[in-house]
């Protein structure tokens, strides 16, 4: 009986002009137990990302659904093609202490991007005080939250959800909304799945849920990791933090600066290059990177600003990411 | 949670339109403190109860660049409402096929400051545009700014205490006319820039306008182009091709009325193999001048120029070009060749002068006889 209810339902969404999406979180079944607990249920994969996009020092739990039986192809180069019917849920928390993160947390908000016959919805619900459910919020919403840093101190966050527009503002290549993170470069990399250790892109070619996984395997750096070398720090910081928008396809190329990995080093990625409509933006300086410079590079100080009228990237944080600035500092420094 | 519920209304509303609805907002004073945005939406109108009458206020603004934000949609007409004091641009439009901007008041409240942000309407990658009976106050950078669009027209508009009142930018195709633009740093420019993604601009009409009185200082955070702009400046051209100015009242600026200039004045150099730095194709013919003797003013890189290159005493000329040619576009007299020409003619109290920026303003030429043509167009009556 509750199979067929099910098939009801699914056949009703079908058929409505515009997809209706659950009202709560919990009614995605994602997560076994309490939804707060994260659990994936049963054919929905957590994954990591080695060089995340910065949101306000918010922590992330990421997860893929994809539908039963199938499977994405594998290509080195671009973010993966998704089948029709995925999911990709991204959950938004701060631990109450970053010492001891097993210590309690505050579950801020949980993203769904789900890929619908009509192209990928972004789908923001916002968890409640409680830290029982998370509800849909199109409008997004704000809320002050305080944490313990990795240091001890007391921070505290005007964290902001993004409404359903906003969150287009990144997820876009060409007018359509598109996943960001979940690229060859950046899921290859270990993670501690239940099973023990694996490569990501290994273990899911292994569990058939990846096809066509060839030798070619490019990866990021982590940008945190300073045994790596500063250029490959630098070329995964802007690339996520700033290529979702900074493309030729996406939101910002009316700027001309593109910061994909693949443009480092030119005019395009900044190196004295003039700004187009920076405005106050300008910092009243010259150029985007001026190589040995960083006190003469707008990159550098759009970052280093949590004025929304300067501030680069211009969503999706109110606090400047420190150890991002000290990474592009340096590298400006070092460059000629 | 913390948006206030007029704002959290509004924004929902935004996002749940139908194609075809009507957004109405009321009378009355709004304080948003995030961006609003339109997204993916066709045939949506967003209407006020009038300009001054229905005030959206971004003065207390703490997320989002732009006051209103309108992406990815067709058919939008924004009209009758009053948007103050964002902390970036006021209204930004991009990738909007048919958009118009009607009775459309967007200011900076506290005056001309160089912590205001950029633009106050800024329409971009944009076809189709009417931007009518707006007013723009304000804006460090320009009050009206078309970037990189096609198919534009600019009406009875009013700009004042911006650093640039209307701005033409890497667009095609753009009507410029019976506008207002007056206390600005310059009144209107139509530029080209490099490193761009529509890289060519050109095809501007700009006439009937009434442009006077743009002395103000330029206010610019330094790093944009605009930053360059004199104060004193009517208008200026900056390498772009196919212009016309006409019909215009262009009164009492005090560094130029009309600048012709190519990127090479910027003193920034090029790297867009594909960008044109050069203004040809432009004619300057029926307008009215007007200026009272005097120096320019000392203020920026032009007014240096000004004061130790050109020397042209109290009697500054009109029309000034910096005479910097392609050689592509050049017969063998060395000249433009007839449709490339820079030709200024026929209007009341015309003085002109080539600056020869290109052998360091060594031969500068009062009145030069290269610059006295008639547009084949024109003197048909095609334009």
Same mark, same amino acid.
């Given at each position: 009986?509750?199979?067929?209810?099910?098939?009801?339902?699914?056949?009703?969404?079908?058929?409505?002009?515009?997809?209706?999406?659950?009202?709560?979180?919990?009614?995605?079944?994602?997560?076994?137990?309490?939804?707060?607990?994260?659990?994936?249920?049963?054919?929905?994969?957590?994954?990591?990302?080695?060089?995340?996009?910065?949101?306000?020092?918010?922590?992330?739990?990421?997860?893929?659904?994809?539908?039963?039986?199938?499977?994405?192809?594998?290509?080195?180069?671009?973010?993966?093609?998704?089948?029709? @019917?995925?999911?990709?849920?991204?959950?938004?928390?701060?631990?109450?202490?970053?010492?001891?993160?097993?210590?309690?947390?505050?579950?801020?908000?949980?993203?769904?991007? =789900?890929?619908?016959?009509?192209?990928?919805?972004?789908?923001?619900?916002?968890?409640?005080?409680?830290?029982?459910?998370?509800?849909?919020?199109?409008?997004?919403?704000?809320?002050?939250?305080?944490?313990?840093?990795?240091?001890?101190?007391?921070?505290?966050?005007?964290?902001?959800?993004?409404?359903?527009?906003?969150?287009? @503002?990144?997820?876009?290549?060409?007018?359509?909304?598109?996943?960001? @993170?979940?690229?060859?470069?950046?899921?290859? %990399?270990?993670?501690?799945?239940?099973?023990?250790?694996?490569?990501?892109?290994?273990?899911?070619?292994?569990?058939?849920?990846?096809?066509?996984?060839?030798?070619?395997?490019?990866?990021?750096?982590?940008?945190?990791?300073?045994?790596?070398?500063?250029?490959?720090?630098?070329?995964?910081?802007?690339?996520?933090?700033?290529?979702?928008?900074?493309?030729?396809?996406?939101?910002?190329?009316?700027?001309?600066?593109?910061?994909?990995?693949?443009?480092?080093?030119?005019?395009?990625?900044?190196?004295?290059? %003039?700004?187009?409509?920076?405005?106050?933006?300008?910092?009243?300086?010259?150029?985007?990177?001026?190589?040995?410079?960083?006190?003469?590079?707008?990159?550098?100080?759009?970052?280093?600003?949590?004025?929304?009228?300067?501030?680069?990237?211009?969503?999706?944080? =109110?606090?400047?990411?420190?150890?991002?600035?000290?990474?592009?500092?340096?590298?400006?420094?070092?460059?000629? | 949670?913390?948006?206030?519920?007029?704002?959290?209304?509004?924004?929902?509303?935004?996002?749940?339109?139908?194609?075809?609805?009507?957004?109405?907002?009321?009378?009355?004073?709004?304080?948003?403190?995030?961006?609003?945005?339109?997204?993916?939406?066709?045939?949506?109108?967003?209407?006020?109860?009038?300009?001054?009458?229905?005030?959206?206020?971004?003065?207390?603004?703490?997320?989002?660049?732009?006051?209103?934000?309108?992406?990815?949609?067709?058919?939008?007409?924004?009209?009758?409402?009053?948007?103050?004091?964002?902390?970036?641009?006021?209204?930004?439009?991009?990738?909007? #096929?048919?958009?118009?901007?009607?009775?459309? #008041?967007?200011?900076?409240?506290?005056?001309?400051?160089?912590?205001?942000?950029?633009?106050?309407?800024?329409?971009?990658?944009?076809?189709?545009?009417?931007?009518?009976?707006?007013?723009?106050?304000?804006?460090?950078?320009?009050?009206?700014?078309?970037?990189?669009?096609?198919?534009?027209?600019?009406?009875?508009?009013?700009?004042?205490?911006?650093?640039?009142?209307?701005?033409?930018?890497?667009?095609?195709?753009?009507?410029?006319?019976?506008?207002?633009?007056?206390?600005?740093?310059?009144?209107?420019?139509?530029?080209?820039?490099?490193?761009?993604?529509?890289?060519?601009?050109?095809?501007?009409?700009?006439?009937?306008?009434?442009?006077?009185?743009?002395?103000?200082?330029?206010?610019?955070?330094?790093?944009?182009?605009?930053?360059?702009?004199?104060?004193?400046?009517?208008?200026?051209?900056?390498?772009?091709?196919?212009?016309?100015?006409?019909?215009?009242?262009?009164?009492?600026?005090?560094?130029?009325?009309?600048?012709?200039?190519?990127?090479?004045?910027?003193?920034?150099?090029?790297?867009?193999?594909?960008?044109?730095?050069?203004?040809?194709?432009?004619?300057?013919?029926?307008?009215?001048?007007?200026?009272?003797?005097?120096?320019?003013?000392?203020?920026?890189?032009?007014?240096?120029?000004?004061?130790?290159?050109?020397?042209?005493?109290?009697?500054?000329?009109?029309?000034?070009?910096?005479?910097?040619?392609?050689?592509?576009?050049?017969?063998?007299?060395?000249?433009?060749?007839?449709?490339? #020409?820079?030709?200024?003619?026929?209007?009341?109290?015309?003085?002109?002068?080539?600056?020869?920026?290109?052998?360091?303003?060594?031969?500068?030429?009062?009145?030069?006889?290269?610059?006295?043509?008639?547009?084949?167009?024109?003197?048909?009556?095609?334009?």
């Amino acid at each position: 009986m509750r199979y067929w209810g099910f098939f009801v339902l699914l056949a009703l969404m079908s058929y409505q002009p515009g997809p209706k999406f659950p009202a709560k979180l919990s009614d995605y079944g994602f997560f076994d137990g309490k939804p707060q607990d994260q659990k994936p249920a049963k054919g929905v994969m957590p994954y990591e990302l080695v060089s995340p996009l910065f949101s306000d020092y918010a922590s992330k739990l990421r997860f893929i659904q994809m539908p039963s039986g199938q499977s994405v192809n594998y290509n080195p180069d671009s973010v993966f093609q998704f089948p029709v @019917g995925t999911r990709i849920v991204k959950t938004f928390y701060y631990p109450n202490d970053e010492r001891h993160p097993h210590e309690g947390r505050r579950l801020m908000e949980t993203r769904v991007l =789900s890929h619908e016959p009509t192209g990928w919805v972004a789908l923001p619900y916002i968890w409640n005080e409680e830290q029982t459910e998370a509800y849909l919020e199109v409008a997004g919403g704000t809320s002050v939250v305080e944490y313990k840093d990795a240091k001890g101190k007391k921070q505290q966050v005007n964290y902001v959800v993004p409404n359903v527009n906003q969150c287009k @503002g990144c997820h876009e290549r060409d007018g359509e909304m598109t996943p960001i @993170g979940p690229s060859a470069r950046q899921m290859n %990399s270990t993670m501690t799945y239940a099973h023990g250790a694996e490569n990501q892109l290994e273990y899911w070619s292994r569990t058939n849920q990846m096809k066509g996984l060839s030798g070619n395997r490019p990866a990021f750096v982590s940008y945190l990791d300073e045994n790596a070398s500063l250029n490959e720090r630098v070329k995964a910081y802007l690339d996520i933090n700033c290529a979702h928008c900074h493309n030729p396809k996406g939101p910002a190329k009316s700027s001309g600066l593109f910061l994909g990995h693949t443009y480092y080093g030119s005019t395009a990625y900044g190196i004295m290059k %003039s700004p187009v409509a920076a405005g106050r933006g300008s910092g009243g300086i010259n150029y985007d990177i001026v190589p040995g410079k960083p006190s003469e590079s707008i990159l550098l100080y759009r970052m280093d600003s949590h004025d929304p009228g300067i501030m680069m990237p211009e969503l999706g944080r =109110s606090k400047i990411h420190q150890e991002g600035v000290a990474l592009i500092k340096a590298w400006i420094k070092s460059i000629h | 949670m913390g948006q206030a519920p007029f704002e959290k209304a509004l924004q929902t509303q935004f996002i749940l339109a139908s194609d075809g609805d009507v957004i109405e907002l009321e009378e009355g004073n709004f304080q948003i403190a995030g961006s609003l945005s339109l997204e993916g939406k066709k045939k949506i109108t967003i209407r006020g109860k009038g300009m001054d009458k229905t005030v959206l206020s971004f003065k207390n603004q703490t997320t989002g660049a732009e006051g209103i934000k309108i992406t990815n949609c067709e058919n939008i007409i924004l009209e009758d409402l009053t948007v103050q004091d964002s902390k970036g641009d006021l209204i930004k439009t991009m990738h909007v #096929k048919d958009i118009i901007f009607r009775r459309i #008041k967007a200011e900076w409240t506290g005056g001309p400051k160089s912590q205001n942000g950029s633009y106050a309407l800024y329409p971009v990658l944009c076809t189709n545009i009417l931007i009518d009976s707006c007013v723009a106050i304000g804006a460090s950078d320009a009050g009206i700014y078309v970037g990189q669009s096609q198919h534009i027209e600019v009406k009875n508009c009013t700009a004042y205490q911006n650093v640039a009142g209307i701005e033409i930018e890497n667009s095609l195709y753009a009507d410029v006319h019976h506008n207002h633009a007056y206390g600005n740093t310059g009144g209107i420019l139509v530029f080209d820039l490099p490193d761009l993604i529509q890289k060519k601009g050109g095809f501007v009409k700009v006439h009937d306008n009434l442009i006077e009185e743009n002395n103000l200082s330029n206010f610019a955070p330094k790093g944009n182009i605009v930053g360059k702009v004199p104060k004193g400046t009517g208008m200026l051209i900056l390498a772009t091709s196919h212009v016309d100015i006409y019909e215009n009242k262009i009164l009492n600026h005090r560094t130029v009325g009309v600048g012709i200039i190519s990127y090479f004045m910027a003193e920034i150099a090029i790297k867009d193999k594909e960008y044109d730095p050069y203004p040809t194709a432009i004619s300057v013919f029926n307008n009215t001048f007007e200026r009272q003797l005097g120096r320019v003013p000392l203020e920026g890189r032009f007014a240096q120029i000004y004061r130790f290159k050109l020397r042209f005493g109290r009697n500054v000329p009109h029309v000034v070009y910096d005479g910097v040619l392609d050689t592509a576009r050049c017969g063998t007299d060395g000249k433009y060749l007839g449709p490339h #020409k820079i030709c200024v003619h026929d209007n009341v109290n015309q003085s002109v002068a080539n600056m020869d920026a290109e052998h360091d303003f060594k031969n500068v030429k009062r009145n030069p006889a290269d610059l006295d043509c008639v547009q084949e167009y024109v003197k048909s009556n095609q334009f």
